[in-house]
Nanobody, 121 residues
Framework: QLQASGGGLVQAGGSLRLSCAAS????????MGWFRQGPGKEREFVSA????????YYADSVKGRFTISRDNAKNTFYLQMNSLKPEDTAVYYC????????????????WGQGTLVTVSS
């Protein structure tokens, strides 16, 4: 199971850090990712990280502002979000990757419940 937390209301230009805690012993074997779904929009890729944290991926819209990381000892991975914009408002979901395409929602099998991020202008 995956449990996302850390969402909230923040002003534009502010920061939030999302966390996703995983249960089970195999967390460190999998790549993990963050997706988001804004109002009236489809769920979209935000960022992903390899099993050992060495390789990371970002959507162009968040590159340079968001940083993904993980702590395998704590079975947790994170999304540090800086310079937030109103268009970042969405429910953010964490997920476990099982397929080969880092960017495709179809390549992720287990999903957290989502945490709401609201950025006011």
């Amino acid at each position: 199971q995956l449990q996302a937390s850390g969402g909230g209301l923040v002003q534009a230009g502010g920061s939030l850090r999302l966390s996703c805690a995983a249960s089970g012993r195999t967390f460190s074997s999998y790549g993990m990712g963050w997706f988001r779904q804004g109002p009236g929009k489809e769920r979209e890729f935000v960022s992903a990280i390899s099993w050992n944290g060495v390789v990371t991926y970002y959507a162009d819209s968040v590159k340079g502002r968001f940083t993904i990381s993980r702590d395998n000892a704590k079975n947790t991975f994170y999304l540090q979000m800086n310079s937030l914009k109103p268009e970042d408002t969405a429910v953010y979901y964490c997920a476990r990757k099982y397929g080969t395409n880092w960017y495709s929602i179809l390549q992720y099998d287990y999903w957290g419940q989502g945490t709401l991020v609201t950025v006011s202008s």
